[in-house]
């Protein structure tokens, strides 16, 4: 592998001093990606000097480097993980062959939509989360925003270097045409779902950190898998940058939490709305929303899509290598769930495993986000707040998939569409919801070491610092 080339425009480990027609192609997409991000970045912190890490090297030592810099001069790099030698690949039906090191001409389609996707997602996060800056609960808290969102910036640098290098012209007009799709615009939006919902408050953030990012480390799981081995060696090092993203939400959430339940300890018979806290219904409100949008993220149950994929040996399970069978899956099943006949209620089926590839990454996605919820409920009640913080049931609010058209309670129960809508504020925020907890963040909080009122500060602060760090410096 080539080392890491710092001095180069575009800082990266593939090379790209060697090969002059992709990096002049590379170089040719730069300056349209800084206008991306100074018009849809972060709003009024552009100039600021900010605390972040930047990713110099792919080993442990060298890959988490931090110092004051101004986000346009972010040194976006393109890295990929060591390659493994003698990978070969892991499933479907060309199992136990070498990995591929260009794209086979018959799944050039397929893997170019795969990474378009992927890439659309990661400025889409950016633009949604572009005002947040002006209602920071703290300068640490911001800090941790923007380095999440010029990670996300690297992360679409990581699939425009796989689409410049192996999909020659097409790939390039995709790399264009990700910097001109916006998040919620009415004629050019975003390709999936939950990334066109507006992420308008810091609660909104933290769930979004702790559910959706998630879905992205269980997508970049499932990619890390491929066949096609630039790819997996791509999404090896975002899975990295990730995992603090997904620290960011559960900290976040913590915290709230925390400060919540502290808060109710002293006056327990309070409104907790007159408390400048996030009382726990609307907490749970917030969750009901993210979740089950994420949960649309990861498609249809029955896939075709999914199931070419994994037979092409292009996107694999979560942890395929730990999981025993024959990974080719054309016998086994795999048991989901889905509307009775008849529409009330929900029976099991055992399905073709192949064929419901979707429904199984998210259930290993719905097993990890339980973790947190069991550690919100310990610490509220150990305070002695009477609440239980639930995931709500899989078909809530779904838009994608078996349980589109059924309408059903958190706790799974059918309701005829009347009586949703009806009902529907109570388990979803409301503009009046949105608009308490808009009021908790009437501006940011600048001093270092100062925390709003919604939320504890952290145990410890980033790389060393004090909790009390002057993370960003505002110019
Ligand atoms: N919204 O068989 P289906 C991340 C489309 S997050 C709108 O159901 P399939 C990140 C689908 O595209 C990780 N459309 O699903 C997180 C298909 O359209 P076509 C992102 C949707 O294809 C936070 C049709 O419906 N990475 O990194 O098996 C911050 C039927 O498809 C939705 C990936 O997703 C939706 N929710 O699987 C920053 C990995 N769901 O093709 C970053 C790459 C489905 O018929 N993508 N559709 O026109 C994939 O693996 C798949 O595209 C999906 C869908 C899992 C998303
Ligand atoms: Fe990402
Ligand atoms: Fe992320």
Redesign the pocket.
Known sequence: MASVDLNQRIPNNVGLGDDRRLRRALEAWQPAYVEWWKEAGPVGLQTSDVYLRTAIDVDTSGWAHYDYVKMPDYRWGIFLAAPTADRVIGFGDRAGEPVWQEVPGEHRGALR???T??G???P???EQQRHLGATCPSLYDLRALLQ?NVE?GR?LWAMVYLLHAYFGRDGRDEADALLERRSGDADRPR?????NEATSDWLAFFM??YF?????????A??QESGFDPLARTCRF?LKE?SY?MYVGESGLTRIVQRTADVLRESPDADPRSLGIIDPETFQKYLNFHYS?TL????????????N?YSMGL?GRYREGRIDDDHRLDSSTYSMLRPAEGRTGFETEEAPALNV??ER?RDDFIADVEVGVRKWNRILREAGVDVELRLPHRAFNR???VFRDVHVTPEGEGIAEEEWRRREGEWLPTARDRGYVASLMPKAVREPGRFASWIAPPERGVDRNPVAFEYVRFA
């Open positions: 939509r795969i990474i996707v992927q659309d997602t990661e889409a996060s950016v999440v996300e992360h390709i999936l779902g939950a990334f979004f950190t959706t990012d998630r879905d992205g480390k269980f997508q970049l499932a990619l975002m990730e993203h949008v649309d993220l990861f498609g249809a149950e029955v896939s075709t899509n999914s199931a994929w996107k590839l979707n990454l838009r994608i998939g």
